[in-house]
């Protein structure tokens, strides 16, 4: 749904404006324990450039879908923990390993980071 104004904003906001394209270099399938739903965790390959960006419990949008970022690998990878609704609503359930995704990151993420680097580096 786009955004109308007055109404709740959920997720983070995005202008689709793609940074780079990832990789899905890891797919685990597994059941919801309360409801038998499926779930998945995708682990997602990233350059360095992309990576300082990305931080645990952190915002990033893929294939235009917001997420919360879950663990992080070494500015190299980052994990998703994906919900049986957006698995359901979304082109993610479709993904598999080796499958390559646009990733967006939040925009207030990168100017906060970006600021605070041209900081310490006096500039």
Do not use: W
């Given at each position: 749904?786009s955004?109308?104004?007055?109404k709740?904003?959920g997720g983070?906001l995005?202008?689709?404006?793609?940074?780079?394209?990832?990789?899905?270099?890891?797919?685990?399938?597994?059941?919801?324990?309360?409801?038998?739903?499926?779930t998945?965790?995708?682990?997602?390959?990233?350059s360095?450039?992309?990576?300082?960006y990305?931080?645990?419990k952190g915002?990033?949008s893929?294939d235009?879908i917001s997420?919360t970022?879950?663990?992080t690998h070494n500015?190299?990878?980052f994990?998703?923990?994906?919900?049986?609704?957006?698995?359901?609503r979304?082109?993610?359930?479709?993904?598999?390993?080796g499958?390559l995704?646009?990733?967006e990151i939040d925009?207030?993420?990168?100017?906060?980071?970006?600021?605070?680097?041209?900081?310490s580096?006096?500039?």
């Amino acid at each position: 749904r786009s955004l109308t104004y007055g109404k709740e904003v959920g997720g983070h906001l995005v202008s689709g404006h793609v940074m780079e394209v990832g990789k899905i270099i890891k797919r685990l399938d597994s059941r919801d324990e309360n409801n038998g739903e499926a779930t998945c965790s995708i682990t997602i390959q990233t350059s360095e450039m992309v990576g300082k960006y990305i931080f645990e419990k952190g915002y990033v949008s893929i294939d235009g879908i917001s997420l919360t970022i879950g663990n992080t690998h070494n500015n190299a990878s980052f994990d998703l923990h994906i919900i049986p609704e957006t698995l359901r609503r979304t082109t993610l359930g479709h993904k598999k390993e080796g499958s390559l995704v646009n990733i967006e990151i939040d925009s207030i993420t990168k100017a906060t980071v970006d600021t605070v680097m041209r900081m310490s580096d006096g500039v």
